[in-house]
C-alpha cells in the first residue's frame, strides 16, 4: 500500500488548509485511516482517524478545528484544517491501518500499517 499526501503549504494564523490522502490499497475502504503530525523536536501526535464506519476520532489540540472525512470512491482521505494556530506547524503524515473501533486503538501510532511521506504545514503569526 502506498500513501500520497499532498496539499501542505504556507498560511496565516487563522487561515485554512484541506490535506488529502490517497492510497493505492485494495481494501481502502475497510481500513482505519489517520492523520498525525510532528514539529521539529517534538513526538508524534494523535491529529484525526476515520474508521470504515466512519466514525471519527480528534487529538484535543484540533477538535472543532479540524474535519477528517473519507471519499471511498477515490480512495482518498481528507483533513480540512480551519482556525489553523501557529502551534500547528509541523509535518502531517497519513496511515493506513485494520479496521479499529475505540480512541484507544485509533489513536496510537503503532496500530497502522502504512505510512505516507508527510507533508509539510506552516502557520505563520
Known amino acids: 500500500v502506498q500513501l500520497q499526501a499532498s496539499g501542505g503549504g504556507l498560511v496565516q494564523a487563522g487561515g485554512s488548509l484541506r490535506l488529502s490522502c490517497a492510497s493505492s490499497?485494495?481494501?481502502?475502504?475497510?481500513?482505519?485511516m489517520a492523520w498525525f503530525r510532528q514539529a521539529t523536536g517534538k513526538e508524534r501526535e494523535f491529529v484525526a482517524a476515520i474508521n470504515w464506519r466512519k466514525y471519527t476520532y480528534y487529538g484535543d489540540s484540533v477538535k472543532d478545528r479540524f474535519t477528517v472525512s473519507r471519499d471511498n470512491y477515490k480512495n482518498t482521505v481528507y483533513l480540512q484544517m480551519n482556525s489553523l494556530k501557529p502551534g500547528d506547524t509541523a509535518v502531517y503524515f497519513c496511515a493506513s491501518g485494520p479496521p479499529l473501533s475505540s480512541l484507544a486503538t485509533m489513536k496510537t501510532g503503532t496500530n497502522y500499517n502504512y505510512w505516507g511521506q508527510g507533508t509539510l504545514v506552516t502557520v505563520s503569526s
Open positions: 490499497g485494495r481494501t481502502f475502504s475497510s481500513n482505519t
